[in-house]
């Protein structure tokens, strides 16, 4: 890796060995920088406050390989990225603003896209993930996890069938809760829908009626206009002298025709006076038709002023016109016949939660017996571990238990809580030494003893979970002594099968380390090219003896710096 502008560091070039890489410094040297760095490259939280001061962003490149075929280079492929000789060279920017950028094998891609890769290629492990795994919820994550499909099947159908009951039993609480509310609702729709049928409105009959109402309401003036336009247009048999419409163009017409054939134009213009006098003829017909037809009926005109006020009380309470109200009725049929249909409802959901928990006590039972089997086989693993890690008498034991409720499913006989993970609540005892009783890790670890634990625990996960490399930061605090030898002790046989990077203040375990990384500031207080330095030869045991007492040139210090490395020589 190469970090820029990342904290104290100024621009260093970090060289990790492909088996195991111990990076080791003062206090406040930037150690942690190499784990942040590559917690940058693998998709992490961009935190501007890591940008050094006065510089206008954090730079992180990296070189990764990655195994032909891997699951982590075919998804790199799929994002545009390419492979340089089996390697991925990936590349994170931190703005001092808080801008992020991410690029891998010379694409620009999402963040999140490091963070998929991540899954496959590094397993990260800090103080921070033991007091994670402290909580029984994080106990049972990481039995299912080492457990793998044999809790993953059944879990995934116990979570299916655990939804659906949850949503059926909130339409139930629904409909049992709103019953008076429903009621209501329902009583109101019937009595909308009764009065709509009482009156049988049909589409468009308002328009219809408000058309007729004006037609009767002024039948004798449309009555008596009708009359004289038709005697304007067709003359008054009362009156035989006077002029009218049609009379005048037959004689226009007549005019025309006896010299219609001089002139073409002449005659164009007489057949038109002759369309002219058709038309009339027909205007007049209608006029005569329409007057007789006229009815001026008080009580039709009655009847249809009575309608109209009864469509008027529909239309106030149910819609703006009767289109409106019939939709209305519609509707409220639609969801009348849904509440009425709630006691065959109650019935329904009441038959699919009884099987539904039914199903999920034999789902969550089955997953119970899975994971009595793993806690076994993962309780075993870690004290087996645990006794290359110096503690040769503690035993590790993994409780899986359930809690009495009343409100929960019956398993076997007796009625337990369930959530979204089953029934079961896991928990990691240990008993440090023979005749000591089982206590949660929480409770009966020193920090020391926690710490081996937690190593013992992702060894185990690294033997059913293997990823490429393995980032442990400082996860030997509170560890001393033969402790920390028997610690750099396992990690190094961890490093025969993958990469394992540790951040570590205790010589014993950087001693086992193939490459030993020194983070050192210059006087300014900052990290520079050569402030990460390659330990060899003298340079490593002059760091050991500070590491183990303060002092490099301390002969005592120096003579046990040695004998460690021989030791961890003889050992690998």
Do not use: C
């Not at 009362?238 to 009379?247: F, H, I, M, N, W």
């Not at 008498?393 to 979204?420: C, F, K, L, M, S």
Request: glycine fraction near 10%; charge should be negative; aromatic fraction near 2%.
């Amino acid at each position: 890796m190469r970090i820029r502008s990342l904290g104290v560091i100024d621009d260093a070039v970090v060289e990790l060995s492909p088996g195991f890489t111990a990076v080791t410094g003062e206090t406040g040297a930037g150690k942690t920088m190499v784990v942040t760095s590559l917690g940058l490259l693998l998709g992490g939280r961009a935190d501007p406050a890591l940008v050094r001061l006065g510089a206008k962003s954090a730079v992180v490149e990296g070189r990764i390989t990655v195994p032909e075929g891997a699951a982590a280079a075919l998804r790199a492929e799929e994002a545009g990225a390419e492979l340089d000789d089996g390697a991925l060279l990936v590349s994170r920017t931190v703005s001092a603003e808080g801008r992020s950028r991410a690029h891998l094998g010379g694409r620009s891609v999402p963040v999140g896209v490091l963070a998929e890769l991540a899954d496959e290629l590094v397993a990260v492990h800090g103080q921070s993930d033991q007091q994670g795994l402290l909580k029984p919820a994080r106990q049972r994550g990481a039995l299912d996890r080492y457990a793998g499909d044999a809790v993953a099947v059944p879990l995934a159908k116990y979570t299916a069938a655990y939804r659906r009951l949850r949503a059926v039993s909130a339409e139930l609480d629904e409909i049992t809760t709103r019953a008076r509310e429903r009621a209501q609702e329902a009583d109101m729709l019937r009595f909308g829908l009764d009065e709509i049928a009482a009156v049988e409105p049909r589409p468009g009959e308002d328009t219809e009626l408000a058309a007729e109402a004006e037609r009767l309401g002024h039948a004798e003036a449309l009555a008596s206009a009708a009359t004289a336009a038709h005697a304007a247009l067709a003359g008054n048999p009362e009156d035989p002298e006077g002029v009218d419409a049609s009379t005048l163009v037959a004689g226009a017409h007549r005019a025309l025709e006896t010299v219609r054939t001089h002139d073409p134009a002449l005659a164009a213009l007489a057949d038109r006076i002759g369309e002219i006098g058709i038309l009339l003829a027909d205007v007049a017909g209608e006029l005569a038709g329409y007057a007789d037809d006229l009815d001026a009926d008080p009580l039709r005109l009655a009847a249809v002023e009575e309608r109209r006020a009864a469509l008027t009380q529909l239309t106030r309470k149910y819609g703006e016109d009767v289109g409106a109200v019939l939709a209305w009725a519609e509707a409220g049929a639609a969801r009348l016949a849904e509440l009425e249909g709630d006691d065959d409802r109650l019935e329904e959901l009441t038959a699919e939660r009884d099987a539904l928990r039914a199903e999920l006590a034999g789902l969550a039972r089955a997953l119970t017996e899975a994971r009595v089997e793993a806690a076994a086989r993962f309780a075993a693993a870690v004290t087996e571990e645990l006794a290359s890690l110096a503690m040769p008498h503690a035993r590790v034991t993994i409780d899986v238990r359930q809690t009495d409720d009343p409100d929960g499913v019956e398993i076997d006989g007796r009625t337990v809580a369930y959530g979204p993970a089953g029934v079961d609540e896991v928990e990691l005892l240990l008993a440090p030494h023979p005749g000591a009783p089982a206590r949660p890790i929480a409770k009966g670890a020193s920090g020391g003893e926690l710490s081996r634990v937690m190593l013992a625990v992702e060894v185990v996960f690294a033997g059913t979970d293997p990823v490429p490399t393995y980032l442990f930061d400082e996860v030997d605090a509170g560890v001393g002594g033969k402790a920390a030898v028997e610690i750099g002790r396992r990690l190094a046989k961890l490093a025969k099968s993958a990469q394992v990077v540790v951040v570590t203040h205790l010589p014993q375990v950087a001693a086992f380390a193939d490459r030993q990384l020194l983070v050192e500031k210059t006087h300014d207080g900052s990290v520079t090219r050569s402030g990460v330095q390659v330990l060899e030869g003298e340079d490593r045991v002059r760091e050991l003896s500070r590491m183990l007492a303060g002092q490099e040139d301390s002969q005592t210090a120096r003579a046990h710096a040695e004998e460690l490395l021989a030791t961890a020589r003889a050992d690998t």
